[in-house]
């Protein structure tokens, strides 16, 4: 028999859709702020000649990257097996596959708008280094152009754990908050430094797990209805 599992709120998708407009317009078309923003973000990492975390650094490649990947993989195991292994029909198995979905679906979907979004790396643009010309996601782009870094693939799995909030208790729903904030901005944060991305794609990666998770919350109720939290 399922232990009891306490009452979670049902979110809105209302705040997640706006917030994932307004980072994709602000950011994507020119005159708005958003490339100002990005270009003087940017330029806290480079000196004109290199990124502050040169990309053959072991111990960021650890610490932000195979680390915390890592350790989300080995989450999304257990969470696995703990799913096999309850009731496909009780609450508990609903947490779990819900957690297993999130996880899957915010980095499934980074890694697909990435390929078809057309927007570069900073490492790819002249400015930095590169060979081509800054471009913002709804300016007409060259054949060719590279696609490779709208949304952050690397940080959407840490903003994916944003969904560990609708899957702790309501005691603990805090610590699932900022275990997904705090993994997202720190592997996107990372990926910046070493020009791998602007500010705008962790941002924007940010927007599309909450707005992912949410809507996931309303198909898949992983917490039995109650009274808001």
């Not at 111990?59 to 350790?71: N, S």
């Not at 697909?112 to 060979?131: C, D, E, F, H, N």
């Not at 952050?152 to 699932?176: I, N, T, V």
């Not at 940010?206 to 992983?222: E, Q, S």
């Amino acid at each position: 028999m399922d232990s009891p599992i306490p009452s979670a709120e049902r979110p809105s998708l209302l705040w997640p859709s706006l917030a994932l407009v307004a980072v994709v317009v602000f950011f994507g078309f020119p005159g708005l702020g958003g490339e100002t923003i990005d270009l003087w973000f940017q330029g806290l990492f480079w000196d004109g000649k290199a990124w502050l975390i040169p990309h053959d650094s072991l111990w960021g490649k650890w610490l932000a990257y195979d680390g915390p990947k890592a350790l989300i993989i080995l989450l999304a195991v257990v969470t696995l097996v703990r799913a096999l292994g309850a009731t496909f029909t009780g609450r508990v198995s609903r947490l779990f596959w819900f957690t297993l979905l999130c996880l899957a679906t915010v980095t499934v979907m980074a890694t697909q708008l990435r390929a078809i979004s057309q927007m570069a790396t900073p490492l790819a643009l002249k400015m930095y280094g590169g060979t081509w010309e800054h471009l913002l996601l709804f300016e007409v782009k060259p054949s060719g152009y590279p696609s490779n870094a709208f949304p952050a693939g690397h940080a959407s799995g840490g903003f994916a754990l944003l969904c560990l909030y609708w899957s702790l208790p309501k005691a603990r729903r805090a610590w699932g908050l900022w275990l997904g904030l705090g993994f997202g901005l720190w592997m996107g944060l990372y990926q910046v430094a070493r020009g791998e991305h602007f500010l705008s794609h962790t941002l924007a990666t940010a927007a599309l797990a909450w707005w992912v998770c949410v809507g996931l919350v309303h198909c898949i109720r992983p917490q039995p209805d109650g009274p808001p939290a």
